[in-house]
């Protein structure tokens, strides 16, 4: 069996690393076979975010498609973090 490491994946990646206090999953959907992150934070949520083919898109089940989100993972994963209105830590040089 092998794993695909897809758009979704990527962006599961990201958020999990860059917001570490949010609560993100993937769920593949049964009609399409595509594959979208759901991201919560705290009360807030689910955000459902999936790929479109050029860039991440915000995703509701009565509209499809709406929101750009940026193409690269850790970009749109720092949106969608921002979204939820998440801190996202910053890291400071060490001395």
């Known amino acids: ?7 979704a994946e ?3 990646a990201a958020v999990r690393r860059i917001a570490p206090q949010v609560s993100v999953s ?3 959907d049964e009609e399409t076979g595509l594959t979208r992150v ?8 689910p ?3 999936g790929w479109d083919g050029q860039t991440y898109r915000r995703w509701t089940p009565d509209d499809g498609y709406a929101a750009l989100l940026p193409p690269d993972p850790d970009d749109a994963a720092r949106r969608a973090a921002e ?9 400071a040089p060490r001395p």
């Open 1 to 7: 069996m092998s794993m695909v490491f897809g758009p």
């Open 10 to 12: 990527r962006l599961d």
């Open 26 to 28: 993937l769920i593949r």
């Open 38 to 45: 759901h991201v919560t934070y705290r009360n807030r949520g």
């Open 47 to 49: 955000l459902i975010l």
């Open 83 to 91: 979204m939820l209105g998440a801190r996202i830590p910053t890291t």
